[in-house]
T-cell receptor, first 113, second 112 residues
Framework: GENVEQHPSTLSVQEGDSAVIKCTYS??????FPWYKQELGKRPQLIID?????GEKKDQRIAVTLNKTAKHFSLHITETQPEDSAVYFC????????????FGKGTKLTVNP | NAGVTQTPKFQVLKTGQSMTLQCAQD?????MSWYRQDPGMGLRLIHY???????DQGEVPNGYNVSRSTTEDFPLRLLSAAPSQTSVYFC???????????FGAGTRLSVL
């Protein structure tokens, strides 16, 4: 089955710096890759996602890149702000009816003012 | 729309007790899932359903049962609770034509 590895497990940056979180997946049939942000005590919330027919997607300060050949995808946050502090999870899913969304173990991002 | 509603929010059980975690959605989503979240482990899929009457196992199904008699409800049953089932449980739903999963607020379960 699918296995998703996420690095780093913790990341501390200064406000205004960029943050990059990387994930690798094992199943070449996976073709949907979402990123979730989870604040303490809250539910995970989707912040951006990408399908396998796209190499990059941007939404304001957040971008995701996908390298299908290497089976890895990354989350980029620019101009970080203290409210970006949270745990971020990547995930991978094979489409075509399967509901098996496999998550990475998460990255705790701390943005220091 | 209320979205995905989970009850209860908190629960403490003794080892060997049984209980049902409730999940209901009012978005007419076919797909529903149960995850557990443990520190440092991310979210792991327990069971999922692609429609009423259809369920399947995820990564960590042992000790849990599910059924899906209606589109709206997807209860998770613990038949004999164990301390290893102490966790935060999230229910999620999505339409088959869409990708975005909508999560409930979670149930924090402690088994003593």
């Amino acid at each position: 089955g699918e296995n998703v590895e996420q690095h780093p497990s913790t990341l501390s940056v200064q406000e205004g710096d960029s943050a990059v979180i990387k994930c690798t997946y094992s199943d070449s049939a996976s073709n949907y890759f979402p990123w979730y942000k989870q604040e303490l005590g809250k539910r995970p919330q989707l912040i951006i996602d990408i399908r396998s027919n796209v190499g990059e997607k941007k939404d304001q300060r957040i971008a995701v890149t996908l390298n299908k050949t290497a089976k890895h995808f990354s989350l980029h946050i620019t101009e970080t702000q203290p409210e970006d502090s949270a745990v971020y999870f990547c995930a991978a899913r094979t489409q075509g009816g399967s509901e098996k969304l496999v998550f990475g173990k998460g990255t705790k991002l701390t943005v220091n003012p | 729309n209320a979205g995905v509603t989970q009850t209860p929010k908190f629960q403490v059980l003794k080892t060997g007790q049984s209980m049902t975690l409730q999940c209901a959605q009012d978005m007419n989503h076919e797909y529903m899932s149960w995850y557990r979240q443990d520190p440092g482990m991310g979210l792991r899929l327990i069971h999922y359903s692609v429609g009423a009457g259809i369920t399947d196992q995820g990564e960590v199904p042992n000790g849990y049962n599910v059924s899906r008699s209606t589109t709206e409800d997807f209860p998770l049953r613990l038949l004999s609770a164990a301390p290893s089932q102490t966790s935060v449980y999230f229910c999620a739903s999505r339409p088959p034509s869409g990708n975005i999963q909508y999560f409930g607020a979670g149930t924090r379960l402690s088994v003593l």
